[in-house]
């Protein structure tokens, strides 16, 4: 075939198009009402309280409420007006600014003619002012009947009323401040500006902007205001009892919190103030009471905030410190914290009750361990439970390392692992009650060679699980009623996440729980009232109904009384019976765990603390009790450096001269340094610095061997 028998043909042209439905396109374009909506709500020459439905029925009832005050405030301007125009007039008569210069330059005896003789001509100013007033107005009521005395007297009660307007700093007419309950509260944003003004929170001369109008929520009133320029919605937090004095409520009943995110900034505050005290009605039932299982991967219902707000408290992949002088709720508290981890079958149990009571008896039938009881035995039971738990800690890390990504993305545990029977990985809590027994107990022990008080021992333990426990699985929650420097060890404090401090006697002990320097920003659970059963703060570790960025919160728990608490733990018993995860105690199978302890102690490190790598021994007094007050606030790296000398004192109960002269006879001399106070200030006290007591015990344990060898 030759290429004579082709024959080329001139094609048509194509066309690159898309098929496009006209009547779509058509209702794709906005409409005209929807133009109009838009930049109705974005204009800002629209006033706010037009854009919106709500917004518009506030600016209707305040139309009416104003309306309706109106005749009484004029009234009240007018007799305002009357009393300033006649302090003014009486001023001007007794020529008191002539009077007050010549006092000022000490020549009143020579100007007191002058003055005589003004304040007898300005009498007579006004009394011819005063008949020509007279004459004018009975002229006009004879030519122009009764209209003239209306218009006089109007223009008269207008002037009055323009004068006696409340003005800041005019004398006699600044506004009484008014408590929350009121409609002037509610409804007059001067009022609340003068309170922040009275607080000292914004200048004499500075306002506040409205972001958000008082709106009713709840049992009380909530208000979003904007701070001045460079004014910090920090510091309202922290001076939340002065503004609540100059609003005339009691603190409890105000709540201030910064408003962050998005849609806030560093000078945006929201307020809500209750109408009486929310924490004075009774207590609300757990809603644990009501559900047939729990997931421990879900945050547990823990309580409420004062506006009534559901709180609910993250536990895995953190920990929890409760710390409250006694019958605050403490042990209350610990078991609802404890109560959803019961209802789910697949978590493992450690309970430690040191109190030795029956708080915790009801959940013996389904813990993996138990004991309650503060004897020697207990002690040691306790040291190998958290011996066994640093051994199991190291292998779920092992077993998580060989699984693949997809079951393991992160080297976290995840819900999956730990309901996998065969992995045997499940969510692990260790609940502790009365937690300062163990960790003040002094025996001694072997550790690696060298001997230790058991309590700093259980305290490394304890603070090795959590750091490392929480991303292999393991809760750690403790409970005190002895917040102090002993009992809390600065290392193990430093890791705990969740916070919650009930009542307690002074700042000191609210900072060790919550964290320091708390009570400088707001928060200082000593100033708790005593009625207030089940109230603290909580400083949560994740995210709460509040928001993820809430510091801290006021809570109250709820109230979960014994019989309740038994039908909880008797539901996690059914639920691990039929889920086949009944284990160790629960099953009477509770052997003393194998472990390799030398492992172990290598797993949580070396000890820094003074005496770690010595035996114990016997100091003097009062060095022995310094030392156990202190505990572990003497670590090199981890605790103080300086420890004044009144804490020691009212701590300690002794005689401050004689006790500053046995220190010193013992190497410790007390110096001079600068310390934060409760109101953020900061004070020079004398003490003693930590580096001191520490060579002070190294000398003494010196001492004693060099007599031993003697």
Excluded at 114 to 134: G, H, Y
Excluded at 334 to 355: C, M, N, Q, S
């Amino acid at each position: 075939m030759t290429s004579r028998e082709y024959e080329v043909v001139r094609a048509d042209p194509v066309y690159d198009a898309e098929l496009v439905d006209e009547s779509a396109a058509r209702a794709a374009r906005p409409s005209v009402r929807q133009v109009f909506a838009s930049w109705w709500q974005r204009s800002p020459r629209v006033p706010r309280a037009l854009k919106s439905r709500q917004a518009v029925k506030l600016a209707a009832k305040d139309l009416v409420v104003q309306v309706l005050r109106s005749p009484f405030r004029v009234v009240g301007a007018v007799a305002r007006g009357l009393v300033a125009a006649a302090r003014c007039w009486r001023k001007w008569v007794t020529v008191h600014d002539y009077r007050d210069a010549a006092e000022q330059s000490e020549k009143l005896a020579d100007k007191f003619t002058e003055i005589r003789a003004l304040t007898l001509f300005r009498w007579k100013v006004t009394a011819a002012v005063t008949v020509a007033s007279v004459i004018v107005v009975l002229v006009a009521q004879l030519v122009y009947g009764q209209t003239a005395l209306w218009i006089a007297g109007t223009a008269t009660c207008v002037a009055l009323a323009v004068l006696g307007r409340r003005k800041e700093g005019s004398p006699g007419r600044k506004p009484v401040l008014s408590g929350p309950r009121s409609l002037a509260w509610t409804m007059d944003p001067q009022v609340l500006v003068d309170a922040f003004r009275d607080a000292k929170l914004i200048g004499k001369d500075e306002t506040l902007r409205l972001v958000e109008r008082a709106t009713r929520q709840g049992d009380g009133w909530a208000i979003t205001v904007d701070l001045p320029a460079t004014r910090k919605a920090a510091d309202v937090v922290k001076n939340r009892e002065a503004l609540a004095s100059a609003l005339a409520v009691d603190e409890v009943q105000l709540i201030v919190e910064r408003v962050r995110g998005n849609g806030g900034h560093a000078g945006r505050v929201s307020m809500w103030v209750a109408d009486e005290d929310p924490y004075a009605a009774p207590p609300l039932r757990t809603p644990l009471l009501n559900v047939e299982h729990w997931d421990a991967w879900r945050p547990v219902p823990f309580g409420h905030d004062a506006r009534a707000r559901k709180v609910n408290l993250p536990l895995v992949w953190t920990s929890l410190l409760i710390g409250a002088i006694p019958r605050q709720g403490k042990t209350f508290a610990e078991r609802l914290a404890a109560a959803g981890l019961i209802l789910d079958p697949y978590t493992r149990l450690y309970v430690a009750d040191f109190k030795g009571g029956k708080d915790w008896d009801a959940c013996e039938p389904c813990a993996h361990r138990f004991f309650s009881g503060d004897d020697d035995m207990h002690l040691l039971a306790f040291k190998a439970w958290l011996e066994e738990l640093v051994s199991e800690t190291q292998g779920r890390y092992g077993r998580m390392r060989e699984l693949d990504d997809e079951t393991c993305p992160e080297s976290k545990i995840t819900p999956a692992i730990s309901r996998d029977k065969a992995l045997n990985m499940p969510i692990t809590a260790v609940v502790v009650d009365e937690a300062h027994i163990p960790l003040e107990s002094r025996i001694p022990i072997e550790v690696e060679g060298k001997k230790i008080p058991l309590g700093k021992y259980l305290g490394e333990l304890l603070t090795w699980l959590a750091k490392k426990g929480p991303a292999a699985g393991i809760v750690v929650i403790l409970a005190t009623q002895r917040p102090d420097g002993s009992s809390l060890p600065t290392a193990l404090r430093a890791v705990l996440g969740s916070r919650f401090a009930l009542r307690v006697m002074d700042w000191r002990d609210s900072n060790i729980i919550l964290g320091e320097q708390m009570n400088t920003r707001g928060y200082d659970s000593s100033k708790l009232l005593a009625s207030h059963k089940g109230v603290g703060i909580l400083r949560p570790d994740g995210e709460t109904e509040a928001g993820a960025d809430v510091l801290a919160m006021t809570v109250r728990t709820y109230y979960m009384p014994n019989p309740d608490w038994r039908t909880i733990c008797q539901r996690g018993r059914v639920l691990r019976e039929a889920a086949g995860t009944l284990s160790g105690h629960a099953i009477g199978a509770d052997p003393t765990p194998m472990l390799d302890r030398a492992a172990v102690a290598k797993a949580i490190g070396g000890r820094t603390a003074p005496g770690d790598d010595a035996e114990v021994v016997d100091l003097p007094e009062p060095l022995a009790s310094v030392v156990d007050y202190l505990g572990a606030d003497l670590d090199e790296q981890d605790g103080r450096e300086f420890v004044p000398s009144a804490e020691l004192v009212e701590a300690l109960g002794v005689e401050p001269t004689t006790f500053g002269t046995q220190m010193n006879d013992l190497g410790c001399r007390s110096k001079r340094d600068r310390i934060p106070t409760a109101d953020g200030n900061v004070r020079q006290v004398r003490g003693y610095l930590t580096a001191d007591i520490r060579a002070a015990v190294k000398a003494a344990g010196s001492a004693e061997a060099a007599d031993e060898e003697c």
